[in-house]
């Protein structure tokens, strides 16, 4: 009677079979070895795991989302106490997926989807492959907010008012640079910079960026074939080399002359990233005509404390300004490719067809008839009135259409029925369930073993009813659009459209990854994915002062520190609250300190922060590119420098700007991305190395156990040691005072550790060997038990004993970017299944790039979403 219950209720059935293998199977082994904190009365961390298990599983998914996490990362039980089996963790984690989180390896829960707008990156992306246009979004748009660590992730993705103006001004702004409104104007040749050469009897710096230090003069020959009226525009702007936060007072004057006529004569002082453009009207006859720039030194005597220059950019020629010698407009053949024709009809038929095709590619999918009947109107209007061209009407139309949030928004259908491909396949709702294992003799017929019910899906034979598991593919259009946004940031290409139309896109997902990857856009996955996993975007401004971090490998000084401390105190202080004594005293302090600075002997000026950052997306490329292991990421006896990268890490034998790949030799603390500059400085602070930022980095971007935030008010971390006043102390012995609080150590006892092991690397990222005079230590344990005496056994340790741990961060890390939303336990089963065929290839970034666009998530949908999904009905009426 019982059994026929079970069978005609599978719900009960699915909850009697999850009771039963917790009771047999995982609950004595939460007795044994976790009850002691988390059961029998105790619930420490607010955890009581006994309780748990009796209560509604679906409403605790996130306490025992949290303990499968610290199961698998070995943080749980502590690695001093007594540990189960492989066999049993296995066990947990199983019932965990099965009973908690109710998942189903064959048709995974693919998780939401929320409409995403373009992020400033991808938007900019998308002009350029659309239009050819090199659009400054960074420079026109507020920045994006982030969620989950990057900032295309859809729920974060709002759109303000001041935004949508901006977005509005911006489509006027690109169309008007990119497509032509009249069919002729004036030629015109282009001048680069670097084409104005020294003159013989002049003293020239460079031939493109003219220091303001020294005098310059650089020339040029422009020869025009006919007499007429020219304009000429210049294009210049200042550039500097970042030193610390010192202001450079020196000032240079820059003369522009055309045939020895003086047109431009100005002053230019530190104006760092500053263009500047000047216009001038000139009659020239047919011939040679001169152009000449000379710089002066306006201020020789001033100290020099950035490197100041005046960077040529162009000169541009139009002319002669008459009809007879008009061409056609950059470009116009690209939007205009025919004749435009001369009656109504044909104009309307042309119009349709240019801006359908436009809207298509910028709408990235087909575009229905109304939408297209729209735009031929609205280019109609502005065409048909007088003085207005054809050409300026289909302007107008890709106006709108780049206004348009089927522009600004990632649209996205579902497939049709029926066109569900087998490489996917759906799972059927109905099913028979087996008979229960408790209600069976042990080992009789139509039996299952303890523990095999809850595996079920893995089970041959055994298939359980499925509730809310109509999941939809995404159209092939949607998947073409979140195919090319994972990997190039930007629109598909025509190959991607192609595709889609013909429906052979997902059968060939494979051959598409590859070509893409191939592809030069790819290097947006390792600027945009890598800056912000790796935090390699922030190496441009993080601030470092490089005298305060290099003094800190000196000798301990107490008067200097004392001298040191007394300014600080005076300078903190509002300058109105000051005595006049204290005035006196601060201006001598800071006249001492002046007198005694001497220029440091590292900076982290513009090109050193480049080559660091250039240094960790070439090594993420060419594992990427060349199909390596990712462990490489983590150790590798390799790296990208150019000449001022390996000088800066005591590299020997490398010359010249151009990043390439070098062997390190076998004792090189370098080699993974660990000790990469970007990491080790984006981790520090203004002034010192922080072992607690560089520790929680590895927690959570390589291990994959994030620390929770600090509680508040946090006493400063150089208060642990206030006492100590004959010498400095090291970091190592401030930290240690610190973790005597017991509210600071549960957390600085697992971040310490890793981070302490990467104290030999300064906040320069340069290697150093004490501290104060001392020697530095470093040596740790991981809280999983392991020690090591240095970096380099980290590292091994990390790779030997942790690269399952790796597998499963990098794996989550990037279906974020590629989902752009966050993981949810629904997405627990489709991590490990992409996990196992990341370990299975050897960690090959194939497996793991492959995995993702072939899971569920990348192309599903859930069918509750259906409505939404199909956003075409949603923006179809707000072109």
Same mark, same amino acid.
């Given at each position: 009677?019982? &059994?026929? /219950? ?16 917790? #009771?047999? !199977?995982?609950?004595?082994?939460? =007795? ?43 943080? $749980?039980?502590?690695? #001093? ?137 650089? !020339? ?45 004569? @100005? ?109 031929? @109107?609205?280019? %109609? ?50 099913? +028979? ?25 893995? &089970? ?55 070509? $893409? ?19 390699? =975007? ?14 800190? %490998? ?24 000051? !005595? ?29 922060? *480049?080559? $660091?950052?250039?240094?960790? %997306? ?74 607690? @930022? ?10 994959? !156990? ?25 970091? *190592?012995?401030?930290?240690? /005072?610190? *973790? ?10 697992? $971040? ?15 290697? *150093? ?16 038990? +392991? ?7 980290? @590292? ?7 690269? %399952?741990?790796?597998? =499963? ?71």
């Amino acid at each position: 009677m019982l &059994t026929a /219950a079970l069978t005609l209720n599978p719900a009960a059935w699915a909850v009697d079979v999850h009771t039963v293998d917790f #009771k047999k !199977t995982v609950q004595p082994v939460l =007795r044994e070895y976790c009850y002691d904190c988390h059961g029998d009365g105790e619930s420490r961390g607010g955890v009581a795991l006994d309780s748990l298990a009796s209560t509604n599983l679906a409403a605790s998914r996130d306490v025992w989302w949290r303990v499968l996490k610290n199961l698998r990362a070995g943080l $749980m039980p502590p690695a #001093k106490k007594s540990q189960p089996t492989l066999a049993q963790k296995e066990a947990i984690q199983q019932w965990i997926k099965d009973a908690v989180f109710e998942v189903n390896p064959l048709n995974p829960d693919p998780g939401r989807v929320t409409i995403r707008r373009l992020n400033r990156v991808e938007y900019q992306n998308t002009i350029r492959d659309l239009l050819g246009v090199e659009f400054d979004a960074p420079g026109e748009f507020p920045p994006d907010d982030t969620g989950h660590g990057f900032d295309n992730i859809g729920d974060v993705l709002t759109m303000p008012p001041m935004l949508l103006e901006k977005y509005l001004v911006a489509a006027e702004k690109i169309i008007g640079q990119a497509v032509p409104t009249v069919k002729e104007v004036a030629p015109e040749q282009v001048i680069s910079g670097n084409e104005f050469q020294a003159d013989a009897g002049k003293r020239n710096s460079d031939a493109l960026s003219l220091s303001y230090y020294a005098p310059a003069f650089v !020339t040029n020959l422009c020869n025009v074939t006919q007499a007429g009226k020219y304009q000429l525009a210049v294009d210049l702007m200042v550039n500097e080399k970042y030193v610390d936060d010192v202001f450079d007072y020196n000032k240079c004057e820059l003369i522009f002359r055309a045939d020895g006529k003086t047109l431009l004569k @100005k002053a230019f002082s530190w104006e760092g990233g500053k263009p500047y453009h000047f216009n001038y009207d000139q009659s020239w006859s047919a011939g040679k005509h001169q152009l000449d720039f000379e710089l002066r030194p306006l201020t020789p005597g001033a100290e020099q404390t950035r490197t100041l220059s005046m960077q040529i950019t162009s000169v541009t020629v139009r002319g002669p300004m008459n009809r007879e010698s008009a061409v056609k407009p950059k470009n116009y053949a690209r939007f205009f490719p025919k004749a435009i024709p001369a009656n109504a009809a044909g104009r309307r038929e042309y119009a349709r067809e240019l801006l359908g095709d436009f809207a298509r590619r910028a709408f990235r999918r087909p575009v229905d008839q109304d939408t297209t009947d729209r735009l031929v @109107k609205l280019a %109609e209007n502005v065409y048909r009135q007088p003085g207005r061209t054809f050409e300026a009407g289909v302007a107008a139309g890709m106006v709108a259409v780049l206004a348009s949030p089927r522009f600004i928004f990632r649209e996205e259908k579902i497939e049709a029925e029926g066109t569900s491909p087998a490489s996917l396949p759906r799972v059927s709702q109905s099913a +028979e369930a087996p008979p229960h294992p408790a209600l069976s003799p042990a080992g009789g017929e139509g039996g299952v073993s303890p523990g095999e019910g809850v595996r079920g899906f893995r &089970t041959p034979g055994l298939r359980m009813p499925l509730e809310n598991e109509d999941y939809a593919l995404v159209d092939e259009y949607a998947l073409a659009s979140r195919l090319s946004y994972f990997l190039w940031s930007s629109m598909p290409d025509e190959e991607l459209f192609q595709q889609a139309a013909a429906g052979t896109l997902r059968k060939n997902l494979s051959a598409q990854v590859a070509r $893409m990857l191939a592809d030069q856009r790819a290097d947006a996955l390792e600027k945009n994915f890598v800056g912000q996993w790796l935090q390699a =975007r922030d190496i441009d401004t993080v601030p470092i002062e490089a005298r305060s971090v290099l003094a800190r %490998e000196q000798k301990f000084d107490p008067q200097q520190d004392a001298l040191r401390k007394r300014f600080r105190e005076l300078n903190e202080k509002p300058e109105a609250s000051l !005595t006049p004594e204290e005035k006196t005293e601060l201006a001598g302090l800071r006249a001492t300190f002046r007198a005694r600075q001497q220029p440091p002997r590292a900076v982290l000026a513009g090109d050193l922060r *480049r080559a $660091m950052r250039q240094e960790t %997306e070439d090594v993420f490329a060419y594992i990427l590119r060349e199909d390596r292991s990712l462990l490489e990421l983590l150790d590798s006896d390799y790296t990208f420098v150019n000449e001022r990268l390996a000088g800066h890490y005591g590299i020997p034998d490398v010359t010249g700007p151009k990043m390439r790949r070098v062997t390190l030799p076998p004792d090189s603390p370098r080699g993974g991305i660990l000790t990469e500059g970007t990491v080790l400085v984006v981790t520090s602070n203004p002034t010192r190395t922080s072992p607690v @930022k560089r520790g929680a980095f590895i927690l959570d971007n390589i291990l994959g !156990t994030p620390s929770l935030p600090p509680p508040p008010n946090i006493p400063p971390l150089e208060d642990a040691n206030k006492g100590l006043t004959n010498r400095a102390p090291t970091l *190592r012995e401030t930290l240690a /005072a610190h *973790r005597e609080n017991a509210l600071c150590a549960s957390c600085h006892n697992r $971040m310490d550790p890793p981070g302490l092991a990467l104290e030999n690397f300064n906040a320069l990222g340069m290697w *150093r060997t004490q501290e104060f005079g001392q020697p530095i230590d470093p040596s740790g344990q991981l809280a999983t038990g +392991e020690k090591f005496t240095n970096i380099q056994e980290l @590292k091994h340790i990390l790779v030997t004993n942790h690269a %399952e741990d790796f597998y =499963r961060t990098i794996t989550q890390k990037l279906l974020t970017y590629a989902l752009g939303r966050g993981l949810d336990y629904y997405d627990v089963e489709t991590v490990d299944q992409i996990v196992a065929r990341v370990e299975q290839s050897g960690g090959k970034p194939s497996a793991l790039l492959t995995g993702i666009v072939e899971s569920a998530p990348f192309q599903k949908t859930r069918s509750a979403a259906r409505a939404s999904a199909a956003t075409g009905e949603n923006l179809k009426g707000k072109l």
